[in-house]
Nanobody, 120 residues
Framework: QVQLVESGGGLVQAGGSLRLSCAASGSSSSINVMGWYRQAPGKQRELAALIIGGRSTNYADSVKGRFTISRDNAKNTVYLQMNSLKPEDTAVYYC??????????????WGQGTQVTVSS
C-alpha cells in the first residue's frame, strides 16, 4: 500500500509559478512510476508529467518547457515545478504512483488532489 499527500496548490496570476509536492508513504520504495495528472472542470483527467524510475521524464505537449517534474527518493517526494502559468492550467492536480509487482501486474495509487487556479 502507498499513501500520497499533495500540497502546494493555490491561486496565482498568469505568468507566475507554483511548486506542487507529493509525499509518498507506505511501500514507497516499491514505486516505479510517479506522475502528476490534472482535471479541469467539465474535462477528463489528463496527464501533465511523468517520471519513470526517478530519471526518465515525459510531459504533455501543453506543459513542455514550462513544467518540470522531479523526484527526491530520500524524501519519498515528487515535485512539479510550474512556471509561466496560464489560465488554462487551472485544474485539480492529482499525484499518481504506480507499483509494478512481478506476476501480479500494476497497482495504481492516487492522492486527494490539490487545486491550482491561475487568474488572467
Amino acid at each position: 500500500q502507498v499513501q500520497l499527500v499533495e500540497s502546494g496548490g493555490g491561486l496565482v496570476q498568469a505568468g507566475g509559478s507554483l511548486r506542487l509536492s507529493c509525499a509518498a508513504s507506505g511501500s514507497s520504495s516499491s514505486i516505479n512510476v510517479m506522475g502528476w495528472y490534472r482535471q479541469a472542470p467539465g474535462k477528463q483527467r489528463e496527464l501533465a508529467a511523468l517520471i519513470i524510475g526517478g530519471r526518465s521524464t515525459n510531459y504533455a505537449d501543453s506543459v513542455k518547457g514550462r513544467f518540470t517534474i522531479s523526484r527526491d527518493n530520500a524524501k519519498n517526494t515528487v515535485y512539479l515545478q510550474m512556471n509561466s502559468l496560464k489560465p488554462e492550467d487551472t485544474a485539480v492536480y492529482y499525484c499518481n504512483a504506480v507499483v509494478m509487482v512481478p506476476g501480479q501486474g500494476a497497482y495504481d495509487y492516487w492522492g486527494q488532489g490539490t487545486q491550482v487556479t491561475v487568474s488572467s
